[in-house]
T-cell receptor, first 113, second 114 residues
């Protein structure tokens, strides 16, 4: 079975600081991994996804994530936080049948000036 | 309209009411999904449709009834709901059912059951 664990339900950074949101996965098959962002009162927007083509994945808005099989991790980073990055971030893995995304509980990112 | 749209955006209903949520995708996709997002809980898959056929029913109570009349539209019919059903209901679509496919989400319907 597949599962995702997001460490830290809330992360706070200063504007311009490094953003690091942690995600660890469990999968019985080679995983397909996704990061989504949700702004208040909106749906989920894809930031990036890993589909085995490259271990370092670049996404929108300056975010990137690195797939590390040995650590079963897919952490999301951004070198310099912006106020507009404040949102909730979800890591997800596809189930084995390909019929569903299995989501973590989410991490709320706060950015202060 | 572009992407995935959902109506209504907000809904308040009593436990004896019957209402429906509507989802429409303008992406030419063949798979559609309903997810439930409750406070303090991960998003949960409810139903999956592929080419208008239901392929997964994730142990959802019968007071939730999905309908997919064509590949562009998905409905969630609600009746005799409970207060614990209050949540954000998200619709999503993907090109096809496959592990590498991206799911595109609508803005959701915020449901409050009184």
């Amino acid at each position: 079975a597949q599962s995702v664990t997001q460490l830290g339900s809330h992360v706070s950074v200063s504007e311009g600081a490094l953003v690091l949101l942690r995600c660890n996965y469990s999968s019985s098959v080679p995983p397909y991994l996704f990061w989504y962002v949700q702004y208040p009162n909106q749906g989920l927007q894809l930031l990036l996804k890993y589909t085995s083509a490259a271990t370092l994945v670049k996404g929108i808005n300056g975010f990137e994530a690195e797939f590390k099989k040995s650590e079963t991790s897919f952490h999301l980073t951004k070198p310099s936080a912006h106020m507009s990055d404040a949102a909730e971030y979800f890591c997800a893995v596809t189930n084995q049948a390909g019929t569903a995304l299995i989501f973590g509980k989410g991490t709320t990112l706060s950015v202060s000036s | 309209e572009t992407g995935v749209t959902q109506t209504p955006r907000h809904l308040v209903m009593g436990m004896t009411n019957k209402k429906s949520l509507k989802c429409e995708q303008h992406l030419g996709h063949n798979a559609m999904y309903w997810y439930k997002q409750s406070a303090k809980k991960p998003l949960e898959l409810m139903f999956v449709y592929s080419l208008e056929e239901r392929v997964e029913n994730n142990s959802v109570p019968s007071r939730f009834s999905p309908e997919c009349p064509n590949s562009s539209h998905l409905f969630l019919h609600l009746h005799t709901l409970q207060p614990e059903d209050s949540a954000l209901y998200l619709c999503a679509s993907s090109q096809r059912l496959a592990r590498e496919e991206t799911q595109y989400f609508g803005p959701g319907t915020r449901l409050l059951v009184l």
